[in-house]
């Protein structure tokens, strides 16, 4: 029969790819999009082994009724796969985000995740009564999993949080044999950085973060003109799901020793000092 894998965060960037990688490979996709616009144009685009879910990974209720969709189209059969994809970036000193920008972060990059995973654990294998191999999942992390940046600080916790997650669920769904994998992209060509370079910075103006904040929203503009392209994470993600021994966790950069050894190793300090240096983080006088 055709494997099944439901993927969140479809209509644009990694996700989108993702989706139609893996529908070239003979697979169907479950994709979930937070608008029914979106769901019709994605369903006239990708065709029939694509189906559109509605909801956002916040809203327990509606990946409840997702989840009974999906339920009755695998008709018996386990999920290959579920893609916890779905993500936002807000930028900002920790110093001055608000409350509410930073449960909004944490609502949908960590418990967005969560909910979404404790929905579809059954139809991967967490029950008995299916019939299939289990299925794997897969969690959209970054390098900001591992290694906080200035003034990305809400997205950096997200992240942290999500791996912290991931290594936790690996480790307890050994019992119904269900795999976890993390994938650890840099920068990517997304609009999750166009998306953050829209976080509002005016009132870091003639302030101590104000050089800092424009360096780190340049940063985050040049992101989805160099980075990588979504489709190597969208083969990194049909590895995650395929490879008979996969890698608890996969970092994707462009350059291995400079985006991600180096800052992964080098003494915090003197990271520290050198990201101060560089984004003219300055002690106040």
Do not use: C
């Amino acid at each position: 029969m055709m494997q099944s894998v439901v993927i969140t965060g479809v209509s644009t960037g990694i996700g989108r790819s993702a989706a139609e990688h893996l529908l070239k490979l003979g697979y169907r996709v479950f994709g979930s999009v937070r608008q029914e616009a979106t769901a019709v144009e994605m369903k006239a685009h990708l065709g029939e082994s694509f189906i559109p879910l509605v909801f956002d990974v916040t809203d327990e209720p509606a990946v409840a009724k997702a989840k009974a969709l999906v339920e009755a189209a695998l008709a018996g059969q386990t999920l290959a796969a579920l893609v916890n994809n779905a993500g936002i970036a807000v930028a900002g000193p920790l110093e001055t985000i608000n409350t509410a920008d930073l449960r909004r972060q944490l609502e949908t990059n960590l418990m967005g995740p969560h909910i979404v995973t404790r929905a579809f654990l059954p139809l991967l294998g967490a029950v008995k009564g299916f019939s299939g191999l289990p299925g794997r999942i897969v969690n959209v992390s970054s390098i900001a999993g591992r290694i906080s940046f200035p003034l990305m600080g809400p997205y950096a916790v997200s992240k942290h949080g999500l791996e912290a997650y991931s290594d936790s669920l690996r480790r307890e769904l050994q019992v119904w044999g269900i795999d976890v994998i993390v994938l650890g992209p840099g920068a990517v060509k997304t609009p999750i950085w166009d998306k953050a370079e829209q976080n509002d910075m005016s009132s870091l103006a003639g302030g101590p973060y104000e050089v800092a904040a424009k360096g780190m929203m340049g940063y985050a503009a040049s992101s989805a003109i160099n980075g990588l392209e979504a489709l190597v994470i969208a083969k990194a993600v049909e590895k995650a799901i395929t490879a008979k021994r996969p890698k608890a966790r996969y970092v994707l950069v462009k350059n291995f020793l400079i985006d991600w050894w180096v800052p992964a190793h080098l003494p915090k300090r003197l990271f520290d000092a050198a990201l101060a240096k560089g984004l003219g983080l300055h002690r106040q006088k």
